[in-house]
């Protein structure tokens, strides 16, 4: 069964700098792409983030890019999102899930969320 | 990047009813589609991929369908567990996969 395991997520001021995680279990991680998907309190989804199943490629979205790095760790089965220069409206549950292939498509499962709070 | 335009944002409906939301690309994304629905307070869940392709263990109610700019979600039979928010997201070309704004569902 595929299980993914999000962490991290917290009250930071703004201009702070967070790390979440999302601990992949259930299948071959390195197998497959996995993205980073947000929701602000009452908005839509937002696609923020995801990287390739070899972590060679990986994508932003314009409203976190050049703030946010995604990253992998095969030897930990993990997903990383290194955010920095936080921002009120950076406000969301964030979202990790697995995608369906090597390449980053859509997403077949995902975690139960973390919420990142930025606030004064 | 490519926009996704979808309609209704809200709808109200009977159970028994058949459901209709639209999903609209701003250029050619070929099948390449999904249909999510998300219940308050839980993570997304995949219904439908490639445009019209039924995600395992998803009821037969729920279909979809289109190509190129113009797709379509259905639900046949609307059903009480159905109430939720969905959501069509592109997966073309290269990644940022926007997401479309949602439809939220709920009884009339």
């Known amino acids: 069964e595929v299980q993914l395991l999000e962490s991290g997520g917290t009250l930071v001021q703004p201009g702070g700098s967070l790390r979440l995680s999302c601990a992949a279990s259930?299948?071959?991680?390195?197998?497959?792409?996995m993205t980073w998907v947000r929701q602000a309190p009452g908005k839509g989804l937002e696609w923020i983030s995801g990287i390739s199943g070899s972590g060679d490629r990986t994508y932003y979205a314009d409203s976190v890019k050049g703030r946010v790095t995604i990253s992998r760790d095969e030897s930990k089965n993990t997903l990383y999102l290194q955010m920095h220069s936080l921002r009120a409206e950076d406000t969301a549950v964030y979202y990790c899930?697995?995608?369906?292939?090597?390449?980053?498509?859509?997403?077949?499962?995902w975690g139960q969320g973390t919420l990142v709070t930025v606030s004064s | 990047d490519i926009q996704m335009t979808q309609s209704p944002s809200s709808l109200s409906a009977s159970v028994g009813d058949r459901v209709t939301i639209t999903c609209q690309a701003s250029q050619d994304i070929s099948q390449y589609l999904s249909w999510y629905q998300q219940k308050p307070g839980k993570a997304p869940k995949l219904l439908i991929y490639?445009?019209?392709n039924l995600e395992t263990g998803v009821p037969s109610r729920f279909s979809g369908s289109g190509s190129g700019t113009d797709f379509t979600f259905t639900i046949d039979s609307l059903q009480p567990e159905d109430i939720a928010t969905y959501y069509c997201?592109?997966?073309?070309?290269?990644?940022?996969?926007?997401f479309g704004q949602g439809t939220k569902l709920d009884l009339k």
């Open positions: 490639d445009a019209s």
């Open positions: 997201q592109h997966y073309a070309d290269v990644p940022p996969y926007s």
């Open positions: 899930g697995k995608d369906w292939a090597a390449a980053v498509a859509g997403v077949d499962h």
């Open positions: 259930g299948f071959s991680f390195r197998s497959y792409a």
